[in-house]
């Protein structure tokens, strides 16, 4: 079965960090692309960051952009996204897809959603 685990979510004040990780499991990670969305509650899913299969093209939503950091390993088949100084409104399930080789913008153009990790900042 091909899927994508997301983790590393929690609680945590503002101004703080949190790694997320996206594992692939059942495909290698090498031919995709791999998208961060997130949706808070009665907010429509929305895009964080994204990198293409090469890991050479990497876009960041405006309102992340400096804060966050989207890396690849595909040695361990795993995506990670590293968010720094975080704010309350970043508060939302962060979920993890793919899609071959290039990014998109739109959230239909993935496929193979993970269950989504809670993130939730707060003081």
């Known amino acids: 079965q091909l899927q994508l685990v997301e983790s590393g979510g929690g609680l945590v004040q503002p101004g703080g960090s949190l790694r997320l990780s996206c594992a692939a499991s059942?495909?290698?990670?090498?031919?995709?692309?791999i998208g961060w969305f997130r949706q808070a509650p009665g907010k429509e899913r929305e895009g964080v960051s994204c990198?293409?299969?090469?890991?050479?093209?990497?876009n960041y939503a405006y309102s992340v952009k400096g804060r966050f950091t989207i890396s690849r390993d595909n040695a361990k088949n795993t995506v990670y996204l590293e968010m720094n100084s975080l704010k309350p409104e970043d508060t939302a399930v962060y979920y993890c897809?793919?899609?071959?080789?290039?990014?998109?913008?739109?959230?239909?153009?993935?496929?193979?959603w993970g269950q989504g990790t809670q993130v939730t900042v707060s003081s």
């Open positions: 897809a793919r899609r071959f080789r290039q990014c998109m913008s739109s959230p239909s153009e993935f496929v193979s």
């Open positions: 059942g495909f290698t990670l090498d031919f995709y692309a």
């Open positions: 990198i293409s299969s090469s890991g050479v093209r990497i």
